[in-house]
């Protein structure tokens, strides 16, 4: 069974910084597309770090730039999203996601809006930022 398992979630204040970890099984993660998508109460989901493994490039919005970096450890099967100097608006459900099959660009992987893009998805986990 394709499985992603994520964890980390919670309560920080701004300005903290939080660490989600993703555990992958039942599919070739080393060989998979990653990424981390978020979505808060009343918006559209937004890709926020995507990892392309054809040549590790990575792409992150304006939104989060310098700020959030996603890692991906293939020996342990487990993607992380570091995320620091942590905002109000950083808050929402974040999920990661997993694709098995070759995408255009990073750019698209983080930009697309279609769901199905991803076949694989990690069931969300939580992250709040306030004072």
């Known amino acids: 069974q394709e499985q992603l398992v994520a964890s980390g979630g919670g309560s920080v204040q701004p300005g903290g910084s939080l660490r989600l970890s993703c555990k992958a099984s039942?599919?070739?993660?080393?060989?998979?597309?990653i990424a981390w998508f978020r979505q808060a109460p009343g918006k559209a989901r937004e890709g926020v770090s995507c990892?392309?493994?054809?040549?590790?490039?990575?792409y992150y919005p304006d939104s989060v730039k310098g700020r959030f970096i996603i890692t991906k450890d293939n020996a342990n099967n487990t993607m992380y999203l570091q995320m620091n100097s942590l905002m109000p608006e950083d808050t929402a459900i974040y999920y990661c996601?997993?694709?098995?099959?070759?995408?255009?660009?990073?750019?698209?992987?983080?930009?697309?809006?279609?769901?199905?893009?991803?076949?694989?998805w990690g069931q969300g986990t939580p992250v709040t930022v306030a004072s």
């Open positions: 996601v997993a694709t098995k099959y070759p995408v255009a660009s990073v750019h698209q992987m983080c930009t697309t809006s279609l769901r199905q893009y991803y076949e694989i």
């Open positions: 039942g599919f070739p993660f080393e060989t998979s597309n």
């Open positions: 990892i392309n493994q054809a040549d590790s490039s990575t």
